[in-house]
């Protein structure tokens, strides 16, 4: 699955996991805002509809499209998009936000996607260029189970509702 990321260079470069995905050829760049609305799915907080296992051919088609910047001024930055998606809950294990819920960071955000599509191993093998990646998938295991095996966005907003 092609991963895709608009880069603000807002966050600390140390700690950048768009970055790194993109210094190692994990992501490809986009360019310009507009690139996030074009194709696949465009993953935001900032959206009303979940993003679900639905969505598969519509990722397989243009990607997987994310966004890393500061979310303190999101709202006024990111449009909505037709192809825009909120994961469901889920719980950072990234150093910066561990245990907090849905506070991911790019890596986390991608990867959470990828598993719910089936694309368990694409999302192991991105978050193995972190010492605390696996963490993640063993925090949210029950609920990204149940997200993978729900139809639609209907579904995992009901799955999700089990764990909030």
Known sequence: MKLHILDYRECDQ??????KLLDE?????????????????F???LTDK?????????????????VDCTWTNAEEKLPVYENSRALP????ANPVNYGKPMQLNTV???SAALYILGEEDQAREILSKFNWGEQFLKLNKDPLDEYQKAENSKE?????????
Do not use: N, W
């Not at 140390?14 to 970055?19: D, F, G, L, S, V």
């Not at 050829?25 to 799915?41: N, P, Q, V, W, Y």
């Not at 979940?50 to 994310?66: K, Q, V």
């Open 43 to 45: 993953l935001t907080p």
């Open 14 to 19: 140390k700690k950048c996991t768009a970055r």
């Open 50 to 66: 979940a993003f679900s296992p639905e969505d598969r051919s519509i990722c397989e088609e243009g990607g997987l499209r994310a």
């Open 108 to 110: 986390e955000a991608f």
């Open 89 to 92: 809950y889920l719980v950072a």
């Open 156 to 164: 995992v907003v009901e799955a999700q509702s089990r764990y909030i």
């Open 25 to 41: 050829k994990m992501a490809e760049r986009l360019l310009h805002e507009t690139d996030l609305g074009e194709a696949g799915i």
